[in-house]
T-cell receptor, first 108, second 116 residues
């Protein structure tokens, strides 16, 4: 069975500090991994997909198959990064399995 | 582009009645739409996968007779909560997948259902 684990429910950092949101997955096949973000009172939106190896809003995420991880990182957090972040794993029939989410708060 | 709308954004209904929630892809054709339920401060739980022109596939534990899903066109899927009970009160979110993109889903803003 596929599973996504985000061990931190809450993460609080100061502006300008590095931030890392952890995500571990369990999947028997070749994983397709994503990070979604939900800003306050807004809909869920795609932030990153591992396959494109892109950097969005300063965030990056590297797939580590050995550690079955897909941690989200940003070297210098901004207040506008405060949001709920969900790691998601693509499975059969294009379904996504979401982690429980990490609420990031960036303090001034 | 790739906007998904939901209607209504919130609804209050009495116990025992049915309520329909619409999910529309506004500027693209969605072969597949997904329905999720989100409890307060919790993650999204996939309820069902809806493919245009065929029956929806429900996740384990989701009552198909209670949560009726119809995907009659490439831009519209509906979720009807039948004989609603207070425990059905929740935030229901739909998403749509473009045919050409494998896993990428675009999410609607959600519908807050309160059953009194």
């Amino acid at each position: 069975a596929q599973r996504v684990t985000q061990p931190e429910k809450l993460l609080s950092v100061f502006k300008g500090a590095p931030v890392e949101l952890k995500c571990n997955y369990s999947y028997s096949g070749s994983p397709e991994l994503f990070w979604y973000v939900q800003y306050s009172r807004q809909r869920l939106q795609l932030l990153l997909r591992h396959i494109s190896r892109e950097s969005i809003k300063g965030f990056t995420a590297d797939l580590n198959k050995g550690e079955t991880s897909f941690h989200l990182k940003k070297p210098f957090a901004q207040e506008e990064d405060s949001a709920m972040y969900y790691c998601a794993l693509g499975g059969s029939n294009y379904k996504l399995t979401f982690g429980k989410g990490t609420l990031l708060t960036v303090n001034p | 582009g790739a906007v998904v709308s939901q209607h209504p954004s919130w609804v209050i209904c009495k116990s025992g009645t049915s309520v329909k929630i619409e999910c529309r892809s506004l500027d693209f054709q969605a072969t597949t739409m997904f329905w999720y339920r989100q409890f307060p401060k919790q993650s999204l739980m996939l309820m069902a996968t809806s493919n245009e022109g065929s029956k929806a596939t429900y996740e384990q534990g989701v009552e198909k007779d209670k949560f009726l899903i119809n995907h009659a066109s490439l831009t519209l899927s509906t979720l009807t909560v039948t004989s609603a009970h207070p425990e059905d009160s929740s935030f229901y979110i739909c998403s749509a997948r473009q045919t050409s993109l494998l896993y990428e889903q675009y999410f609607g803003p959600g519908t807050r259902l309160t059953v009194t």
